[in-house]
């Protein structure tokens, strides 16, 4: 029994050390974090609301204490808990006239009502895309403390839930493949705004890639401003932009539409700049280019940043500023031990940095809307993402349902809206493995782009279908027809199915959105390994497979039907942990855009040696365009000149002292290593990559 309760003890240290010290970005400057202590209750009966746990003479003193951001499903005390709890705090405030107080849910699992001082302010459905409501009514007079509580119920094991059960009357229909984590599981926060402020920004930036002498080298700037006036009286108000771009302004002469904004009315104003030839510098994987920008309404500043680059789809093949590109990339179930669904700033470093060093940089990154912190990390450091809403195997009665399609619009606005100057998202998912080739599937896929292409023409649009693999005999018996590129889930026997795709949709490229192999198979963790060499050696000859995202990144829990007796799914390229599997180093040398080649060693003359290597960029999978990567040993580092896929160069590594072997790294423009290996020198051979 002791050691059970030192283990238990030593448990609790480590999971509050880890959720109490850590940091989580906000990415607005006006907020005022609501973090630290909150009171904390379940309410198994639900019966807080009929009994007013939410009043301001609770207890607070007598409750526990948690600390928010929080997932009450890995807190010790509460740990698997389904069902209703409840926040609670205060905080002094004093009143400003002519001023609006907005509170801020980053995001809260699954359904969220507050009050505020006694007074119910609303309720929010949905579990991973930020809310706020104007509490500026219900705040107490002058300066005086205020009870804010929240009651947070994260029971989706039921229908009409997006995630949810399936209809099916089925066992295993009320869970999805990941935990429904629950909790203030985001920043809580405040900001003050005058009562005509910002709600949302919008930039459009469009390079001009005609080829040939017409080019002009330009980029079109739009940005759409929504505009809340508070106010009692209809203004018109006037906007002004700053762009900067490592910190440097960067001139433009704005062109915008007046527009009379009514009293207690919300409405949205657009301007447009072009931007000289001289002042553009695109955004891509390997240049992660990012401008800021700022936009003034009256006494009201916002920021954001935004990249300037185009994305298409031509031939089969995927265009990233006019260059064909091929990536691989990965799915990452937000899970992680001790934390649940909470994804604080070194967990987000380390999974995106691990990602990226594996050669992982073309996504369907989840079934959901991570924090958006994993977005900013994208954005500076180059990846491609498909954001995908809801929409998790719902069924034909579900899709065609009223109130399950009017959820899904709403999640995905939520999430479009909060996302849409991210350049790093090139794509929106409208949904994984549903039943695409029945009428309610097709209706469901055709419908949702429409909406969303109304709320965001700018992005592709796609879905994650499992339904290409029992090989459908023309294009319009599935729902793939109405997508820009098609995302097929596909497990084993790679190359028939994706032939047959393509057969089908064959100007379309294909995007693998699932692949990969379980490390508990009859072949444990060598499995993983033997089975992405062989579908690399499937994909490699099929040049219309333009991404491939191994399912997934990370092991993590579930109750869906298969999960391991520990609780554990062990898909991952790195256990729950974050500890590598022996596929890490596989998945980064096969996903590496180039390969090295020893040619010759040269002893030479008072200790300085001579390496001759050769570097092919790959022209099959992953590839495209190298340019600014270089060769780094412990002494020297050479750059690479710009190769085009199947393009080779031959480089001579200078080499000051040795012991037999030498450890070469290529490193990308962005500092990140993506390819190791050690030379043998007393041979002609290459004894290991790592």
Same mark, same amino acid.
């Given at each position: 029994?002791?050691?059970?309760?030192?283990?238990?003890?030593?448990?609790?240290?480590?999971?509050?050390?880890?959720?109490?010290?850590?940091?989580?970005?906000?990415?607005?400057?006006?907020?005022?974090?609501?973090?630290?202590?909150?009171?904390?209750?379940?309410?198994?009966?639900?019966?807080?609301?009929?009994?007013?746990?939410?009043?301001?003479?609770?207890?607070?003193?007598?409750?526990?204490?948690?600390?928010?951001?929080?997932?009450?499903?890995?807190?010790?005390?509460?740990?698997?808990?389904?069902?209703?709890?409840?926040?609670?705090?205060?905080?002094?405030?004093?009143?400003?006239?002519?001023?609006?107080?907005?509170?801020?849910?980053?995001?809260?699992?699954?359904?969220? &009502? !507050?009050?505020? *001082?006694?007074? /119910? @302010?609303? +309720?929010?459905? #949905?579990?991973?895309?930020?809310?706020?409501?104007?509490?500026?009514?219900?705040?107490?007079?002058?300066?005086?403390?205020?009870?804010?509580?929240? &009651? !947070?119920?994260? *029971?989706?094991? /039921? @229908?009409? +839930?997006?995630? #949810?059960?399936?209809?099916?009357?089925?066992?295993?229909?009320?869970?999805?493949?990941?935990?429904?984590?629950?909790?203030?599981?985001?920043?809580?926060?405040?900001?003050?705004?005058?009562?005509?402020?910002?709600?949302?920004?919008?930039?459009?930036?469009?390079?001009?890639?005609?080829?040939?002498?017409?080019?002009?080298?330009?980029?079109?700037?739009?940005?759409?401003?929504?505009?809340?006036?508070?106010?009692?009286?209809?203004?018109?108000?006037?906007?002004?932009?700053?762009?900067?771009?490592?910190?440097?302004?960067?001139?433009?002469?704005?062109?915008?539409?007046?527009?009379?904004?009514?009293?207690?009315?919300?409405?949205?104003?657009?301007?447009?700049?072009?931007?000289?030839?001289?002042?553009?510098?695109?955004?891509?994987?390997?240049?992660?280019?990012?401008?800021?920008?700022?936009?003034?309404?009256?006494?009201?500043?916002?920021?954001?940043?935004?990249?300037?680059?185009?994305?298409?789809?031509?031939?089969?093949?995927?265009?990233?500023?006019?260059?064909?590109?091929?990536?691989?990339?990965?799915?990452?179930?937000?899970?992680?031990?001790?934390?649940?669904?909470?994804?604080?700033?070194?967990?987000?470093?380390?999974?995106?940095?691990?990602?990226?060093?594996?050669?992982?940089?073309?996504?369907?990154?989840?079934?959901?809307?991570?924090?958006?912190?994993?977005?900013?990390?994208?954005?500076?450091?180059?990846?491609?993402?498909?954001?995908?809403?809801?929409?998790?195997?719902?069924?034909?009665?579900?899709?065609?349902?009223?109130?399950?399609?009017?959820?899904?619009?709403?999640?995905?606005?939520?999430?479009?809206?909060?996302?849409?100057?991210?350049?790093?998202?090139?794509?929106?998912?409208?949904?994984?493995?549903?039943?695409?080739?029945?009428?309610?599937?097709?209706?469901?896929?055709?419908?949702?782009?429409?909406?969303?292409?109304?709320?965001?023409?700018?992005?592709?649009?796609?879905?994650?279908?499992?339904?290409?693999?029992?090989?459908?005999?023309?294009?319009?018996?599935?729902?793939?027809?109405?997508?820009?590129?098609?995302?097929?889930?596909?497990?084993?026997?790679?190359?028939?199915?994706?032939?047959?795709?393509?057969?089908?949709?064959?100007?379309?490229?294909?995007?693998?959105?699932?692949?990969?192999?379980?490390?508990?198979?009859?072949?444990?963790?060598?499995?993983?390994?033997?089975?992405?060499?062989?579908?690399?050696?499937?994909?490699?000859?099929?040049?219309?497979?333009?991404?491939?995202?191994?399912?997934?990144?990370?092991?993590?829990?579930?109750?869906?039907?298969?999960?391991?007796?520990?609780?554990?799914?062990?898909?991952?390229?790195?256990?729950?942990?974050?500890?590598?599997?022996?596929?890490?180093?596989?998945?980064?040398?096969?996903?590496?855009?180039?390969?090295?080649?020893?040619?010759?060693?040269?002893?030479?003359?008072?200790?300085?040696?001579?390496?001759?290597?050769?570097?092919?960029?790959?022209?099959?999978?992953?590839?495209?365009?190298?340019?600014?990567?270089?060769?780094?040993?412990?002494?020297?580092?050479?750059?690479?000149?710009?190769?085009?896929?199947?393009?080779?160069?031959?480089?001579?590594?200078?080499?000051?002292?040795?012991?037999?072997?030498?450890?070469?790294?290529?490193?990308?423009?962005?500092?990140?290593?993506?390819?190791?290996?050690?030379?043998?020198?007393?041979?002609?051979?290459?004894?290991?990559?790592?």
């Amino acid at each position: 029994m002791t050691l059970i309760r030192n283990l238990l003890t030593l448990f609790f240290i480590g999971w509050l050390s880890s959720t109490t010290f850590a940091q989580y970005t906000i990415r607005d400057p006006k907020a005022i974090p609501l973090h630290g202590e909150w009171a904390f209750m379940m309410d198994p009966m639900d019966a807080g609301e009929t009994n007013k746990w939410y009043r301001e003479d609770m207890p607070l003193n007598r409750l526990d204490k948690v600390i928010v951001p929080h997932c009450f499903s890995v807190d010790p005390r509460y740990q698997f808990y389904t069902g209703t709890v409840w926040y609670l705090r205060t905080f002094p405030w004093k009143t400003n006239a002519g001023k609006r107080v907005l509170l801020h849910f980053d995001a809260s699992y699954y359904v969220t &009502s !507050v009050w505020l *001082n006694g007074q /119910k @302010v609303g +309720t929010h459905e #949905g579990g991973y895309t930020p809310f706020h409501f104007d509490v500026t009514p219900y705040l107490k007079p002058g300066q005086a403390d205020n009870t804010l509580a929240v &009651s !947070v119920n994260n *029971n989706t094991w /039921k @229908v009409r +839930t997006i995630p #949810g059960a399936k209809d099916n009357g089925q066992p295993n229909d009320p869970f999805p493949g990941w935990i429904n984590y629950g909790g203030l599981i985001r920043p809580v926060y405040l900001t003050v705004e005058p009562e005509v402020y910002v709600e949302n920004v919008k930039i459009d930036a469009l390079p001009d890639r005609n080829a040939g002498p017409m080019a002009k080298g330009t980029a079109t700037l739009k940005i759409k401003t929504r505009l809340r006036n508070a106010s009692g009286q209809a203004l018109t108000p006037k906007l002004a932009f700053r762009i900067m771009q490592s910190g440097r302004p960067v001139p433009l002469t704005w062109k915008q539409t007046a527009r009379s904004v009514g009293a207690g009315q919300t409405d949205v104003v657009e301007a447009e700049a072009l931007m000289k030839a001289a002042d553009v510098k695109l955004w891509s994987v390997d240049q992660p280019v990012l401008y800021d920008a700022q936009v003034i309404a009256a006494t009201d500043t916002v920021q954001t940043h935004f990249g300037i680059r185009k994305v298409e789809v031509r031939n089969a093949q995927l265009l990233l500023n006019g260059q064909p590109i091929k990536v691989a990339g990965g799915n990452r179930v937000v899970d992680h031990p001790g934390l649940g669904s909470l994804e604080p700033d070194w967990l987000v470093e380390k999974d995106m940095r691990l990602m990226k060093e594996a050669g992982m940089e073309f996504h369907r990154l989840t079934h959901y809307t991570p924090s958006e912190t994993i977005y900013d990390w994208a954005d500076r450091n180059g990846m491609l993402i498909i954001s995908e809403a809801g929409n998790w195997q719902l069924t034909p009665r579900e899709m065609d349902n009223d109130t399950i399609r009017a959820k899904f619009r709403q999640q995905f606005r939520e999430m479009a809206e909060r996302d849409w100057n991210h350049p790093c998202i090139i794509a929106y998912s409208v949904g994984n493995e549903y039943l695409s080739e029945q009428p309610a599937g097709q209706r469901w896929t055709k419908d949702m782009i429409a909406y969303a292409r109304e709320l965001d023409p700018t992005r592709l649009y796609t879905f994650a279908s499992m339904r290409l693999n029992i090989l459908p005999k023309k294009p319009e018996d599935e729902a793939s027809q109405y997508c820009d590129f098609v995302s097929t889930n596909t497990y084993g026997n790679h190359a028939n199915v994706l032939k047959h795709i393509h057969a089908l949709y064959p100007d379309k490229p294909i995007f693998i959105s699932e692949y990969g192999t379980r490390a508990d198979g009859k072949d444990g963790e060598a499995g993983q390994v033997s089975h992405i060499e062989k579908f690399l050696a499937d994909i490699r000859q099929l040049p219309y497979v333009v991404g491939a995202s191994w399912w997934s990144f990370n092991d993590y829990l579930s109750r869906h039907v298969g999960t391991n007796p520990d609780g554990t799914r062990p898909w991952g390229l790195v256990r729950s942990d974050r500890s590598k599997r022996p596929l890490y180093k596989t998945h980064q040398t096969g996903m590496a855009p180039l390969t090295i080649e020893k040619i010759s060693w040269e002893p030479g003359q008072e200790g300085v040696h001579s390496l001759k290597l050769r570097i092919t960029a790959r022209n099959d999978f992953p590839a495209y365009t190298l340019k600014n990567y270089v060769v780094k040993t412990a002494t020297s580092t050479v750059p690479i000149p710009e190769l085009q896929p199947g393009q080779q160069a031959e480089l001579v590594i200078p080499v000051r002292g040795f012991d037999k072997t030498l450890s070469v790294d290529i490193i990308k423009p962005t500092g990140y290593s993506i390819l190791s290996q050690t030379f043998d020198l007393t041979n002609d051979t290459r004894t290991s990559s790592r």
